[in-house]
């Protein structure tokens, strides 16, 4: 894309070497193949190549394990190994379905990979409903998930989103998915 990001991709073989299609505008990193392998942004990959699936922008899943896509903090942006494949564990038995850009359904867990928190699985015995209110905070059959962290207790009929950070319903406010205590869910005002 630029003049000085040309570079040779270790490991690849030209022959078989091709972009992985495009699932979604959402995936803002490059994905090639070869016969064996796996690459991300330029940089191998260690995955099985033959299950390895990106469920979202942030996370992936092959058959043995759960991985979350991020920033290395140690490369400069746009050199091969500037984003990276983190194994985060053993992959979940049951179905990987997409829930959004921060959050996978896999069996009866769900996996979230984020800007707030960088990868968290969180079990749960059964679940019945999944519901979006946006990119990082979903309900799990009535639960809170916001930022891939449990807030238990949620009144799901008052909750509201409120801005980028906060949320409240008519019990308590939060901040950054901690509860601001003493704040008042009645007059509680964002101002932006």
């Known amino acids: 894309d630029y003049p000085d990001s040309l570079y040779v991709i270790e490991g690849a073989d030209p022959a078989t070497y091709q972009s992985l299609p495009i699932l979604n505008e ?10 064996t392998s796996i690459f991300l942004d330029g940089k191998k990959v260690e995955a099985d190549r033959a299950t390895f699936v990106r469920l979202s922008s942030s996370i992936a899943t092959d058959i043995s394990y759960v991985y979350s896509i991020e920033a290395s903090d140690s490369i400069a942006a746009g050199s091969p190994g500037a ?11 049951g179905e990987a379905t997409v829930i959004n850009e921060n959050y996978a ?9 984020g800007w707030q928190n960088r990868f968290s699985q969180l079990p749960f015995d059964k679940i019945n409903s999944i519901r979006v209110l946006d990119e990082r905070n979903i309900l799990v059959d009535g639960i809170l998930i916001s930022d891939g962290k449990r807030i238990e207790g ?8 409120i801005g980028r950070d906060f949320f409240k319903d008519k019990n308590s406010v939060y901040y950054l998915t901690e509860k601001i205590h ?6 509680f005002l964002y101002v932006w």
């Open 182 to 187: 003493g704040a008042n869910p009645k007059t």
């Open 26 to 35: 959402r995936y803002w990193h490059h994905w090639d193949v070869d016969a």
């Open 83 to 93: 984003t990276i494949l983190v194994r985060r564990g053993k992959k979940p038995d």
């Open 105 to 113: 359904r896999i069996g009866n867990s769900i996996v979230h990979s």
């Open 154 to 161: 949620i009144d799901e009929v008052s909750l509201e989103i």
